[in-house]
């Protein structure tokens, strides 16, 4: 079994997260499971946040996604390709 997930870490939330949203969005036949995580709730809301995207699809379409979003200010990505 092959997985290929793609790491994508935040910082500065309020000022990224819609344009992270953006490209998922027009990307988003590729994701097949999608994770948020941020600290804090409410009035204690981080400006960091992690996504764990599961990605299916073509590698080569993967790695452009990747690419695009990493461009953001304050974005960055990892693709991680596990088998077993």
Known sequence: MKKTLLLILVDGRKK????VQKILT??????K???????????????SGLLILEMVGDSD????????ISVLPGVSTKLVNLEV
Do not use: F, Y
């Open 61 to 68: 379409k993967h790695e452009e996604l990747a690419r695009k």
């Open 26 to 31: 027009e990307w988003g036949c590729l994701v």
């Open 16 to 19: 990224s997260a819609v344009n």
């Open 33 to 47: 499971t999608r994770l948020g995580i941020h600290d804090g709730v409410l009035e204690n809301c981080s400006e």
